[in-house]
């Protein structure tokens, strides 16, 4: 039974003449973003000593134009995040003032990275403070301060006045590191007193564009010595130890910025620094700026190199991003503020060519042989190919994936997508290349195409966007052809096939073979898993836990599911060795493989339907065919 008074309540909410919009207190408030100066430069102090805690204490004074209100906001939509990631939960303690005096501050109750304050007469500026409380543990994101390093983003601990482009908003940085600690970060030091580092004044967009990694443990390598534009490597790790790079290692990565320059033409950039961090505290990291990028990779990178094959990818894919992403950038993806919704089109060239030239790249420069990047290409095409989601999901969908998903785990990932623009993006540009070097007699390839959009006036960071018919027309540039529709079918077709035919005119073709190459090894080594996705479409933990089922697959249809255990195989229990024993006993017969599984608090028996034995990818040549592929991963000598 409804109270009385609450029925009346209800009633009176139903009204359709109550039922409608109200006006909000801030509403149209929040004034666009305008391509002029902002009057005065901002000062930011952040002060990240506080180890323990890992909190970061912020002092900031934004010079205002006058009197009245005034927003400020906090970067929501983040470059290179490609959608709205920033932290504001982790703003605490705000204290806005004025000339002395406290400033009451309202958050905006539809825009809520919108801060609305109002100027007193006579005040020159605000100023703020408050704590950005990084995360302490993994459930709470991702973990930027450690005992031993730091990685300092200037997104996460400043706001900026509404308004005004970022590009036109001068900001003086001050950062303030424990004792003794080095750093790494692409800005030009203004002066150092002991731990406290100020910079020269660059815009709010630059200064957001330039993170800092720091550390107690610091080594740097000039990957460029007495080049055109400094190319600086700046390592942080857990350990001393972990610092020590060899020569030969140190000329592989020099080689990196070699090829760079021959693919490309010119530098789009004044100074580069790769940011790396040698850690398994530090959360991981892979994220591109426009002079620098941000990368986690395994402590033992350098020290155990030989075990260390698949960590060797992210570096040229994030250096490729300061041609491709930052350089030149998807029209509507560009921003004028961080509160300016992006939208993300055109990802498959975006990620997806960046993808192509990082493994290029790789293999180019000698951190991985031409066997090695020819097993990596096995195991992409393999996994893309058992993409069934491509039924129901074209590639050109999955570029909304970063808002969509935000890189949360997915329980059927081969049927569901995740940001697939990237690698089947790898394919489709691996496809043009052996187009054009097929329809050429291979005087051109997408080496061509790469120097005349990429390329532009060396050292200016000056973004150039673009739209779907710039690339097309720079590909006809290269070769004539019907590029348009060629791009169209392969990012907008849903129900086709995995764009394969690269590899195939490449001189190659997938094929799979009952032992796994070294490189699949060492992959799987790395991530501590057991893959039998192409068997009996099952990807395990080491313990047995279940962390991927291939759709429509042999277990998929025995209802399993991620996050169950495989805790017996054939009424033993469960090792890599005595799963792989089982699928070879079980090939060419009609016996199932019987598998005791544990989900929750449930076991039961399930007999997996295979018989076709242990399936790892590899690529073969295709005899009597030109060997595309092979040129394309040879290093260029000029």
Request: hydrophobic content about 40%; aromatic content about 10%.
């Amino acid at each position: 039974m409804i109270r009385p008074l609450l029925a009346a309540t209800l009633l009176l909410c139903a009204s359709p003449a109550l039922a409608q919009p109200q006006p909000l207190p801030f509403e149209n408030t929040i004034p666009a973003a305008r391509d002029v100066p902002y009057p005065g430069t901002m000062k930011l102090v952040v002060d990240a000593t506080d180890l323990d805690r890992r909190i970061m204490t912020v002092k900031q004074t934004i010079p205002v134009a006058g009197p009245g209100p005034m927003v400020l906001l906090y970067p929501e939509w983040l470059p290179g995040k490609h959608a709205p990631r920033g932290e504001l939960e982790k703003v605490a303690g705000l204290k806005i003032t004025a000339g002395g005096k406290t400033l009451v501050w309202r958050r905006d109750p539809v825009e809520v990275f919108a801060l609305h304050i109002d100027v007193p007469a006579g005040a020159k500026q605000v100023e703020l403070e408050f704590q950005f409380l990084s995360a302490t543990a993994g459930d709470q994101g991702r973990v930027v301060m450690t005992r031993e390093m730091l990685n300092l983003q200037w997104n996460s601990t400043a706001f900026y006045p509404a308004g005004w482009f970022t590009r036109q908003i001068p900001v003086e940085a001050t950062a303030i590191l424990p004792e003794g600690w080095g750093y790494g970060v692409a800005l030009d030091t203004a002066a150092s007193k002991g731990n406290v580092h100020s910079f020269k004044t660059v815009s709010f967009e630059t200064l957001v564009d330039s993170p800092m990694f720091a550390g107690r443990y610091y080594r740097q390598f000039d990957l460029d010595p007495g080049g055109r534009s400094p190319v600086k490597l700046n390592i942080v790790a857990d350990r001393p130890e972990l610092l020590e790079a060899s020569e030969e290692q140190i000329r592989l990565h020099r080689n990196l910025v070699v090829q760079a320059d021959r693919l490309f033409g010119t530098r789009p950039y004044d100074r580069y620094d790769f940011l790396l961090a040698l850690t398994d505290r530090m959360g991981g990291i892979g994220l591109e700026h426009h002079r620098s990028s941000e990368n986690g990779r395994d402590p033992e990178y350098f020290t155990s190199w030989d075990k260390n094959l698949s960590n060797r990818g992210l570096l040229p894919h994030e250096y490729t991003h300061s041609w491709n992403g930052k350089y030149r950038r998807g029209a509507d993806l560009w921003t004028p503020d961080y509160a300016t919704p992006m939208r993300d089109s055109l990802m498959w060239v975006y990620e997806g060519q960046t993808q192509f030239w990082g493994v290029i790249l790789t293999a180019r420069s000698g951190l991985v042989t031409r066997e090695q990047a020819l097993d990596d290409l096995a195991m992409t095409a393999a996994a893309y190919d058992h993409r069934v989601g491509r039924q129901w999901r074209d590639i050109a969908d999955t570029t909304n994936d970063p808002i969509i998903s935000a890189r949360k785990p997915k329980g059927w990932l081969s049927w569901q997508r995740n940001e697939d623009y990237y690698v089947d993006g790898l394919l489709v540009w691996l496809d043009a290349d052996s187009l054009i070097r097929e329809r050429t007699d291979g005087k051109k390839s997408l080496d061509d195409f790469a120097r005349a959009f990429f390329g532009g006036d060396d050292g200016s960071y000056v973004p150039r966007t673009y739209v779907f018919e710039d690339v097309v027309a720079t590909l006809n540039a290269v070769t004539p052809y019907d590029w348009a529709n060629f791009l169209k079918e392969r990012i907008e077709g849903r129900g086709r096939p995995a764009p394969l035919d690269g590899i195939k005119r490449g001189g190659w073709k997938l094929a799979y073979a009952e032992t796994p190459t070294a490189l699949q090894k060492a992959a799987d080594t790395a991530a501590k898993r057991h893959d039998y996705t192409y068997s009996i479409g099952l990807n395990l933990k080491a313990s047995g836990e279940i962390q991927g089922v291939q759709w429509d697959g042999p277990a998929f249809k025995q209802g399993l599911v991620v996050g169950a255990t495989v805790v017996a195989v054939d009424g033993e229990a469960y090792s890599e060795g005595r799963m792989k024993s089982a699928i070879t006993r079980a090939k060419g017969g009609k016996m199932p493989i019987q598998l005791i599984v544990k989900d929750s608090e449930r076991y039961r028996i399930v007999d997996i339907a295979w018989n076709g034995g242990l399936r790892y990818p590899r690529l073969e040549r295709i005899e009597g065919t030109p060997d595309r592929l092979g040129d394309l991963l040879a290093a260029r000598e000029k």
